[in-house]
């Protein structure tokens, strides 16, 4: 089961949260719906090429990431949305498309929008297109380190 390795991470690490089992969704606005959890309270995980080095953003399912800002806030020439190609690899426990925003664990950058960091909790995909996890954010900015972005979303989805 893919979620096992994020688990015994988040196991060793004293954190409490939730596995919440869903029926199989793939888009981040069906895994709102099918969970029951209003899009901008879902976090999802976008993979990018920041200047050719994989990055990842979490933001709300609901939101698109805003490419001017990105590229601005990280100062790089060139800032797209990477190919399942360029970074299956980088996870190879995950379905594609169904990474964690744990960059730590696959040795990625990872930015986030304040509008997550300003929620009590986090819920995102656990590895699989059927499970999510939700926790405190306290303890996700504590494990990842991410760097928080106030821009980092353009209009909603």
Request: net charge negative; charged share 25%.
């Amino acid at each position: 089961m893919p979620i096992m390795r994020l688990r015994e991470y988040l196991d060793a690490q004293s954190v409490k949260y939730v596995v919440h089992i869903h029926s199989p969704a793939y888009t981040a606005q069906e895994i709102a719906m099918a969970a029951h959890i209003p899009g901008k309270e879902l976090a999802k995980t976008v993979i990018v090429k920041i200047d050719g080095r994989t990055a990842m953003v979490v933001m709300p399912a609901n939101e698109r990431i805003n490419f001017a800002f990105l590229k601005e806030a990280t100062g790089a020439h060139d800032v797209a949305i990477a190919r399942e190609d360029e970074f299956e690899k980088l996870f190879p426990d995950c379905e594609v498309g169904a990474m964690p925003p744990f960059g730590n664990l696959y040795e990625t950058e990872v930015f986030v929008s304040e509008r997550l960091a300003d929620h009590a909790e986090i819920t995102f995909n656990a590895c699989s297109h059927r499970e999510l996890i939700r926790m405190p954010y306290e303890d996700f900015q504590r494990l990842v380190k991410p760097t928080v972005l106030k821009s980092l979303s353009a209009a909603a989805v």
